[in-house]
């Protein structure tokens, strides 16, 4: 099974699978969105497609942790939690029901599974630039053991020319959308201040002299530049402080550089907390190269550890993720705390 958004992505690893199975089209509801494109794909492609009403499960896992996170001042990452908790878990869920034994979707990134170890591994895929496994670092062994990855070896480009020539153009080549999936047209700024109001507060710089009022802590996340009521700028977020309500801004961009990390909540691919320091790469956003780094293991219990980078790293945001590389290889992620 291949769980399909309506996508040039999903709908091309859909086609892929043609060619050595016989997959059937999953489409997950979380809003009130149709699925008019996503069926235009499967009726092309002679595909069976069933729609699967998840609107109260994803409100309850991905939408609670979202605004828990934000009423926490926290800068939440949905699409690292929601792959695990939430999308994964329902596609595998159907797929336990219906005796299905594989599950696919378009994101670009491959699994091997280690002879050695007997584990399964997360790659990189081949485009860099589409690389997703930021995203994916939270999977479990039980489902990399029964995911598919058609896209893992194409780049960008390749999969539009893929999906023309299979007369699959239901989209233009445009800028991908940057918004959250759930938000629809709405920017992030309008739904927090529906969501949350304002609670206005001051905004002071590195020494403490008021400079300007601020709207609500939770339209702000550290090293954000554009939205903040000040003349004189560009200034950036580098601090909040949640118990006084103040917003801390500075011009100097250096004043948010930092080496050292805490994170929580650390889970690694083949499930084996190390038992010493790791030489890896890491990468706070997903965006980002990752830097070389040390990881220091700090509370098993408690999943904590120390990360330090060789050289100091932009604005560390806590709520996000920072990744754990060896070479091409994502082993795993803790939270930013």
């Known amino acids: 099974m291949v769980g399909i958004s309506g996508g040039v992505d999903s709908a091309v690893a859909l086609a892929l699978l043609q060619k050595k199975f016989l997959p059937i089209a999953i489409s997950l509801k979380i809003k009130n969105e149709n699925f008019s494109v996503a069926q235009k794909i499967c009726e092309k492609l002679k595909i069976p497609h069933q729609i699967i009403d998840t609107r109260k499960i994803f409100e309850h896992t991905v939408l609670q942790y979202f605004w828990r996170e934000i009423k926490k001042n926290r800068t939440p990452n949905p699409c690292v939690f929601c792959n695990p908790n939430f999308k994964f878990a329902q596609l595998f869920e159907?797929?336990?029901k219906n005796k299905i034994k594989f599950v696919a979707t378009g994101h670009f990134a491959k699994i091997f599974k280690n002879e050695k170890t007997q584990?399964?591994?997360?790659?990189c895929g081949r485009d860099a630039k589409k690389d997703q496994t930021y995203f994916l670092h939270f999977?479990?062994?039980?489902?990399?053991?029964?995911?598919?990855f058609p896209?893992?070896?194409?780049?960008?480009?390749?999969?539009?020319e893929i999906a023309a020539k299979k007369n699959l153009n239901f989209w233009p080549e445009k800028k991908e959308s940057q918004n959250f999936c759930?938000?629809?047209?709405?920017?992030?700024?309008?739904?927090?201040?529906?969501?949350?109001?304002?609670?206005?507060?001051e905004i002071r710089d590195e020494n403490g002299k008021i400079l300007g009022e601020h709207r609500g802590l939770h339209f702000f996340t550290i090293g954000q530049r554009r939205g903040i009521p000040l003349n004189g700028g560009p200034f950036f977020v580098a601090k909040k402080c949640a118990k006084k309500n103040i917003l801390f801004v500075t011009k100097n961009k250096k004043n948010l550089l930092q080496k050292k990390i805490i994170l929580?909540?650390?889970?690694?691919?083949?499930?084996n907390w190390p038992p010493k320091k790791l030489k890896i790469c890491a990468k706070m956003r997903a965006a980002a190269a990752a830097a070389p780094a040390e990881i220091w293991p700090i509370c098993e219990k408690e999943k904590k550890m120390e990360l330090i980078f060789s050289q100091p790293q932009?604005?560390?945001?806590?709520?996000?993720?920072?990744?754990?590389y060896q070479k091409k290889i994502c082993i795993g992620g803790g939270e930013i705390f």
Do not use: M, S, Y
């Open 314 to 324: 932009i604005a560390p945001t806590p709520g996000q993720f920072a990744v754990f």
């Open 182 to 201: 759930f938000l629809e047209n709405q920017q992030n700024r309008e739904i927090l201040l529906e969501k949350f109001g304002e609670n206005r507060g």
């Open 119 to 123: 584990k399964f591994e997360l790659h």
């Open 264 to 271: 929580k909540n650390c889970k690694f691919i083949d499930e």
């Open 94 to 96: 159907f797929a336990e």
């Open 139 to 148: 999977l479990p062994q039980k489902f990399l053991a029964r995911i598919i």
């Open 151 to 160: 896209l893992e070896n194409f780049t960008k480009k390749k999969i539009f």
